[in-house]
Nanobody, 124 residues
Framework: QVQLVESGGGLVQAGDSLRLSCAASGRTFSAYAMGWFRQAPGKEREFVAAISRAGRSTTYADSVKGRFTISRDNAKNTMYLQMNSLKPEDTAVYYC?????????????????WGQGTQVTVSS
């Protein structure tokens, strides 16, 4: 099991940027494929972005493609989500997730470990 802690959320205006971080501990970070998900009030948790163990492969939800960038630094046991051109519809609690497998995963059921989430609020 790996422990995950998100940070970097906050209240911003539409068009602003934020960078979320996900710090991992407890296991070898580079053994885990990672992902970002988000959950808005009254909605199901949805996929945002995923990155492979070495960081060579990434995939994004259509709603964030071209605006968000996922990355990781295995030496620092940390994953990032750079969010640009934020929109009010990006408002949600953002979660990072990990699974000790190769590849990319876009469903919640694929992931084994989850962080507690960080709130992102985008005002219009």
């Amino acid at each position: 099991q790996v422990q995950l802690v998100e940070s970097g959320g906050g209240l911003v205006q539409a068009g602003d940027s934020l960078r979320l971080s996900c710090a991992a501990s407890g296991r070898t970070f580079s053994a885990y494929a990672m992902g970002w998900f988000r959950q808005a009030p009254g909605k199901e948790r949805e996929f945002v972005a995923a990155i492979s163990r070495a960081g060579r492969s990434t995939t994004y939800a259509d709603s964030v493609k071209g605006r968000f960038t996922i990355s990781r630094d295995n030496a620092k046991n940390t994953m990032y989500l750079q969010m640009n051109s934020l929109k009010p519809e990006d408002t949600a609690v953002y979660y990072c997730a990990a699974v000790p497998s190769p590849g990319l995963y876009t469903t919640t059921r694929a992931y084994k470990d989850w962080g507690q989430g960080t709130q992102v609020t985008v005002s219009s």
